[in-house]
């Protein structure tokens, strides 16, 4: 009789341990038939990237420790996992947890983190091999918690995960959290006035205002990607990055090589949306391509102009959408005013594991209420969407 292989999970400290075609076999293995990854955040390219230029590793609180599931020689399952010294750039904070642990005395940090380090955007972070998805899953979340209880840490979080995987990693044991985004559907437009003639009339007359005053600022909207972005560019939009990044978090998560590295493997998975006025990109966002999905990332400007934003976060955003037949923009995190433009409220999803039987229970008991409280908004502002309300009736 063949004795089945026993699975090994293995802690690296870097990538390159793993190797990007193992990795990628696992990430993104829908790229093997020549077109996009379904999102661009777990492959080797991107994690590597923020390596690569130190927005992750030592000084930034997020440590890399990927691990790797192995049968036999062969990689089946991999995750993007970080040990965390603050809750700093997750976006499904946990700063309340961490400061009724430290009341009681505990010590919440390091703790685990499985997530694509600053960057709220659903998608898969235990990363299997076609075929050994069941396997691997459990392999990656056993793995995981093995390492925490070895080392003593508090905790593990899997955030912005699938709704799959938040399904099947409650079935294990861990506990799933619910949070709420607001995401554009593209409900096949043939064009931006196809998606205005589904809305409402006074929402539709607010956003053609919006638009007509952002391109009335005096210069010109750009939108580059591929070979059209050169590192000028990139000059450019550290200076807006830094300066949202002082705002928001006190100093910027990614350093400035990691747009150098973007520049070299990540191109063709971005979208730079820029607003030149007088030969000088005055404001500008980042958007990331994935193959159904534009997910809205980085906003910053050097002028301020009235519905600017809006313009080039959200209606460049859906333009783009349309025109690539993508089913989907993600605008990041937080902003009921995305409602009215479009942008209606979907849940998220995340995993929790807490070693201490005694705060997990407490824990336990507020994310059932959390839960709860996050579906009945969602079911609220859904009510207030701009839509035509026969047309969002058909949505719901």
Known sequence: MTETPVIEVTAHSHLHEIGQAAWDACACPEEADGGRPDDPFTTYRFLKALEDSGSV?????????????????????????????HSQGEYIFDHNWAHAYEQA????YPKLQIAVPFTPATGRRFLTKPGHETEGISALVQGAVQLASQNQ?????ATFCTEAEAIAGAEMGLMRRIGQQFHWLNHDYADFDGFLADLSSRKRKNIRKERAA????????IALTGDQ?????????????????????????LTRKFFDCAQESLRDDMLLVLAVREGRAVAGALNFIGRDVLYGRYWGCLEHHPFLHFELCYYQAIDFAIRHGLARVEAGAQGEHKLARGYMPVPTHSLHWIGDPGFRDAVDRYLRAERNAVNEDIEVLTSYGPFKRHIQEEQE
Not at 153 to 157: D, V
Not at 214 to 221: H, L, N, P, T, V
Request: charged fraction near 20%; proline fraction near 7%.
């Open 229 to 253: 972005i050169e590192p000028e560019h990139w000059d450019a939009f550290w200076q807006f990055y830094q300066d949202t990044g002082a705002r928001k978090w006190g100093q910027p998560y």
């Open 105 to 108: 005395g505990g010590r919440y």
């Open 153 to 157: 840490l508090s905790s593990i979080h």
């Open 214 to 221: 952002a391109q009335g600022f005096g210069g010109e909207i």
């Open 57 to 85: 590793g030592p000084g930034s609180g997020w440590q890399p420790r990927y691990i790797s599931a192995s049968k036999g020689d062969e990689i089946i399952a991999v995750a993007p996992l970080y040990a965390k010294g």
